[in-house]
């Protein structure tokens, strides 16, 4: 089954690679909601293909709450439990299994300080999107849409920030002490734990870390 992949031009190679390297045909956009959205629709019209959204999509938000369906399954005695977001596929999945399977467990997002439209979206009570912010955390730089913002507005305990050095940081101790290789996306939630240990202080904490497209040569910290 053929599959098309709009992509930004400024996506981390690793990404581009990966897609290609499993067959699928990539057609790049600017780096924006707008452009992207627009390029979906020409492909779209173009090819005749499905179109399946990246987050705002049932399939893909059932898919990503496994995740958290795991964890609760292998873990007792969860607390909380913490995911990143950006447009909100993940953290929508997580609230979908955990407000069904474990309604007592706090349910936390993490988002970068630099693309934090979803923070400000959850503090006004309505979305408020961020055409093109830019950190190094890429994977989380798209806004929320209606059906992830269902999720976050109904589910979310909290959603936290943190910085790019703090996300770095993060990764860093990630990958030298946990020796997992994941991209800067999948570190938010520990820098956001780190930055805030009075909120999580006496509990029993999940992380979902999960991305792990990497450009191994441009770490972020080898330029921070």
């Known amino acids: 089954i053929p599959c098309h992949v709009v992509m930004p031009h400024s996506a981390p190679q690793a990404k581009k690679d990966a897609v290609i390297g499993y067959g699928g045909n990539i057609t790049e956009c600017e780096p924006s909601t707008t452009s992207r959205e627009a390029v979906f629709a020409e492909v779209e019209a173009a090819t005749g293909a499905d179109f399946v959204h990246p987050y705002n999509d049932p399939r893909v938000i059932a898919g990503q709450g496994t995740c958290s369906r795991e964890l609760n399954e292998q873990v007792e005695g969860l607390d909380a439990v913490i995911a990143p977001i950006g447009g909100g596929g993940m953290i929508s ?39 093109a912010p830019v950190t190094v955390a890429d994977g989380l730089k798209v806004p929320l849409k209606d059906l992830t913002w269902h999720f976050v507005s109904t589910h979310v305990t909290d959603i936290l920030t943190a910085s790019e050095q703090e996300i770095i940081d993060a990764m860093k101790l990630i990958w030298g002490r946990m020796k997992i290789v994941m991209e800067p996306s999948s570190a938010v939630p520990l820098a956001t734990i780190l930055k805030n240990r009075d909120v999580f202080a006496g509990k029993r904490v999940g992380i979902i870390i999960t991305g792990g497209n990497v450009d191994l040569g441009a770490l972020p910290w080898m330029n921070s």
């Open 93 to 131: 999945g997580t609230c979908l299994t955990l407000s069904n399977l474990a309604p007592n467990v706090e349910i936390y997002a993490a988002e970068p300080e630099q693309a934090d439209d979803a923070y400000r979206s959850f503090k006004a009570g309505h979305i408020i999107a961020d055409d």
